[in-house]
């Protein structure tokens, strides 16, 4: 497998995960527009911007070593839910996913000799929350800035009734679908 990369991301989650497989990363900084125009299917949504942060990022670095990226969206009745920037947000995320059934999807981009991207699909269930726990869990503030006004990984480990899929593609790098890509023939010859 692959042990060296770069990897385009500010995600500490994701970094947290190249580390429980081995992988050293160089981490480059990219800034692209992530808006979704409510019409774009959300697979195709999430793998467009896992493309863009991956060719972002590969135009920054001028050697031959692998490039990741990846992109995680939160879905609900087939609407985007997007990052939580405010606890006003988060609250109303939490009351929508309350009792229901979303998907998250998680793409992931490798450019190497070529680009090619994987996609995760997840089933979350959450418990019906009360008005209580929603506050309680937005005054940790754990739910700013995260997919769908969530962190698995965090205090709303506690909410999820049940998980179909991929537990390290709902916390935002699908580890199966990374490895595959990093333990390709074409990665491979690159080093």
């Known amino acids: ?18 580390d429980q497989i081995g992988i050293h990363y160089e981490l480059v900084d990219v800034d ?21 942060k991956a060719r972002a990022g590969k135009a ?10 990846a992109d995680t969206a939160v879905v609900l009745d087939n609407i985007i839910l997007g990052k ?29 000799d070529q680009e090619r991207t994987l996609l995760s699909e997840s089933r979350v269930t959450f418990k019906q929350l009360s008005e209580e726990e929603i506050d309680w869990y937005c005054e940790t503030r754990e739910p700013l800035g995260k997919a769908g006004g969530y962190a698995i990984q965090g205090n709303a480990g ?26 390709s023939p074409a990665t491979l010859r690159k080093q």
Request: glycine share 4%.
């Open 1 to 18: 497998m692959t042990s060296h990369i770069y990897l385009a991301s500010r995600s500490p989650r994701r970094r947290e995960l190249l």
């Open 32 to 52: 692209i527009d992530e808006s979704w125009n409510g019409e774009e299917l959300p697979a195709d949504y999430v793998c467009r911007i896992a493309k863009e």
């Open 60 to 69: 920054q670095v001028d050697d031959n070593m692998p490039l990741l990226a």
């Open 84 to 112: 939580a920037e405010t606890l006003d947000t988060a609250r109303d995320m939490l009351k929508r996913l309350s009792g229901k059934s979303h998907t998250v999807l998680s793409a992931v981009t490798l450019i190497n």
């Open 158 to 183: 506690a909410f999820i009734e049940r998980l179909e899929g991929s537990y390290s593609g709902v916390m935002g790098l699908p580890l199966y679908e990374t490895s595959q890509l990093l333990d």
